[in-house]
């Protein structure tokens, strides 16, 4: 079980909307740190020193969550362009930044080059683009991402990997390292990233014996010690009340038992690297809204200020979002809601057929693990506008960490002053 708390209570939340207005996405910064600790404190007791968890910036791209993640000896996982100039303008470059990406634009390669990031080739073809882009010339340090295809099976969100459009299979990659150490490449990296939102710690530890494994064969057939193995993102979060969280420490052991178990006598000790995303910050952020109109036809429905435009998990995949309403955590939850937002698509609810206490038009209404993957996904079909992002400080103060779309950013892109000559 986990429980479905409130960073703050209902008067603050209260408080934080009178200053900023709903709908607004609140995360947890003491929080955060605290799991990041935590996270870094795990790998260190397992014994792996050099441990980076490089966090997927796609979770959620704001540079002060990032400033705070790289304060906390946390890397970044970037996979375009933007990301990476997001990166630098937090002021975080070099080796800290693991760029993985597919059907890479030349110009993404380009910027990863330039930032001294660890570059991740998603295809064996992408080694001489990258040589070429670098005036001949490949990058000191080259990591793989290795797609084990029928070998492993894969997960409802990422799909099977004989399925999935990354990586390079099990021969392309030993022929990639190879060519790579013709060309002189020095230091190497192995990556994989087969799952998503998984909660099995079981599936984890076969990940990591699956490259540990890819690890020992390297040594083994080219001689490479590989440099880091890094384990990919996919650590799930208890999304429902009834999941289960994996708790750091035990993932770490997990992985320190396929470590000793593969590597023990292998004569390579690659460090550890992970990408994580979701479980790093998706528990702590909450999109908080207000019940705007309610309606009861062949069911009864309740219209949040928010839409899918804000969070559409649940739009895309059906996913469940915890929802609570503040101040009536005790009331029974003797009525059945669909939760919606005001898009002109009928996936545009938040959820579906949830027994909740009764809503009245005025409440707050909160969904949870707004963290990650949440106000990142968010677009502006239908003309709907995403919303702001708050930041609750350690001193329990709020700072605006972006504020809300206007329609001035709708149109942005647009020229009206054409119109006028335009017949
Ligand atoms: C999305 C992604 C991640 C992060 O996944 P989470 O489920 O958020 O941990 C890590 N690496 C790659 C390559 C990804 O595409």
Redesign the pocket.
């Known amino acids: 079980m986990s429980e479905k708390k409130l960073p703050v209570s209902q008067t603050r939340l209260e408080e934080i909307a009178a200053t900023y207005g709903t709908p607004y996405y609140l995360y947890d910064e003491g929080a955060i740190r605290a799991n990041a600790r935590a996270l870094n404190a795990a790998f260190a007791d397992a014994g792996f020193t050099g441990f980076v968890e490089h966090f ?1 910036v ?2 959620l791209p704001n540079p002060y969550i990032l400033k705070v993640l790289d304060e906390e000896g946390l890397g970044m ?1 970037c ?1 375009s362009l933007p990301e990476l100039l997001l990166c630098e303008r937090a002021g975080i470059t070099g080796e800290k930044i693991m760029f ?1 990406s597919n059907q890479t634009p030349d110009a993404d390669f380009e910027k990863a080059l330039a930032l001294g990031a660890i570059v991740n080739l998603d295809d064996i073809t992408h080694i001489e683009v990258l040589e070429a882009l670098g005036g001949g010339r490949l990058p000191e340090m080259l990591s793989f ?1 290795y797609n084990p295809g029928p070998d492993k099976v894969g997960n409802s ?1 990422i799909g099977n990997p004989v399925e999935a459009k ?1 990586g390079l299979t099990r021969g392309q990659l030993f022929e990639a390292y190879e060519i790579a150490q013709g060309k002189g490449v020095k230091r190497f990296g192995l ?1 994989t ?1 087969v ?3 998984e909660l099995n710690i079981e599936y984890h530890k076969d990940t990591a014996r699956m490259v540990f494994t890819l690890a020992k064969e390297l040594k083994e057939r080219l001689g490479i010690a590989l440099e880091f193995v890094n384990l ?5 979060i208890p999304y429902k009340p009834e999941d289960e969280a994996i708790a750091w420490p035990a993932l770490a052991r997990a992985v320190r038992g396929a470590y000793d178990e593969i590597l023990g006598s292998a004569g390579v000790a690659p460090l550890i690297k992970t ?6 910050t ?1 528990p702590y952020g909450w999109l908080v809204c207000r019940a705007i109109r309610e309606k009861h036809i062949y069911r009864d429905y309740i219209g949040l200020d928010a839409s899918m435009a804000d969070l559409m998990r649940p739009g895309l995949y059906g996913a469940y979002h915890h929802v609570t309403i503040p101040g009536k955590e005790d009331r029974p939850a003797d009525q059945v809601y669909d939760i919606v937002g005001g898009l002109c698509e009928n996936n545009d609810k938040f959820a579906v057929q949830r027994p909740l206490p009764k809503i009245d038009v005025g409440d707050l209404v909160v969904l949870h693990e707004g963290g ?2 949440a106000r990142a996904m968010g677009f502006n079909y239908n003309g709907k506008l995403r919303t702001k992002e708050l930041l609750l400080r350690e001193d329990g103060g709020v700072l605006q960490i972006r504020r809300a779309e206007t329609a001035e950013d709708y149109f942005a892109t647009l020229d009206f002053s054409g119109l006028k000559e335009f017949k």
């Open positions: 997927a796609k979770a996982d996979s993985t991402r969100i990354y990556h990233m799952a998503s939102n990919g993102g996919g650590v799930g990408e994580y995303g979701r479980p790093i998706g990650a993957h």
